[in-house]
């Protein structure tokens, strides 16, 4: 089973409708649905039934996978659209503001958190304060290593369309990490402050 390529688990499953193969498929990827659908919506068991209704989706479709592209590819693809409908149901974005974020970061003790971890503290909280389709378009390419081409066939719209969301996502990406760092110096210096005028 182990060596069976997903693609070959799905043309199994759908030719024998045996659960083994639908089974090493979840296997293989329940943990990575998992954490696309926290990313989403930062709560881990709104994220447990998203991934449930995910595979069952999955389940239902899976006759209509072609092979144009890798099953993941497609996993994902479903999984991005299904997060993304449920949060447009909701009318509510999963954004997280930065002073929360900042709050986040201060449990850590300044001589524990390491710069990378800080990095990636700051880069998360850039991530939280742009709209979910753009967030994914980024995640797409740059976590999950989707072309151009899958990223347009996705959300049916044109490659120059996903370059031009690719480059204005990057740049609001980009001003508000440093917002973040500006913020995170200026709490410093403030901490500092305060200190001085104890002792």
């Not at 199994?12 to 089974?23: D, S, W």
């Not at 990575?32 to 998203?50: P, T």
């Not at 347009?152 to 990406?173: G, H, Q």
């Amino acid at each position: 089973m182990k060596n069976h390529s997903d693609e070959e688990l799905v043309r199994l499953y759908v030719e024998t409708q045996r659960n083994a193969y639908f089974e090493e498929l979840y296997e293989r990827y329940s943990d990575k649905v998992f954490r696309k659908c926290l990313s989403f919506v930062k709560d881990r068991a709104k994220a447990e039934d998203f991934t449930h209704d995910i595979f069952i989706k999955l389940i239902v479709k899976i006759g209509s996978f072609k092979e144009t592209s890798r099953f993941s590819t497609w996993l994902f693809s479903i999984t991005y659209n299904f997060c993304m409908d449920q949060l447009r149901s909701n009318k509510k974005a999963p954004e997280t503001e930065l002073d929360e974020d900042m709050d986040l970061a201060n449990e850590y003790e300044a001589d524990e958190l390491e710069e990378v971890e800080m990095e990636a503290v700051r880069l998360r909280q850039a991530l939280d304060k742009v709209a979910p389709d753009e967030r994914s378009i980024v995640l797409m390419k740059y976590q999950d290593d989707f072309s151009i081409k899958e990223i347009a066939d996705v959300f049916n719209i044109t490659e120059s369309a996903v370059k031009m969301r690719l480059k204005r996502t990057r740049e609001k990406l980009k001003k508000y990490y440093f917002e973040s760092v500006v913020i995170w110096i200026l709490a410093v210096a403030k901490i500092m402050l305060i200190l001085k005028s104890y002792f």
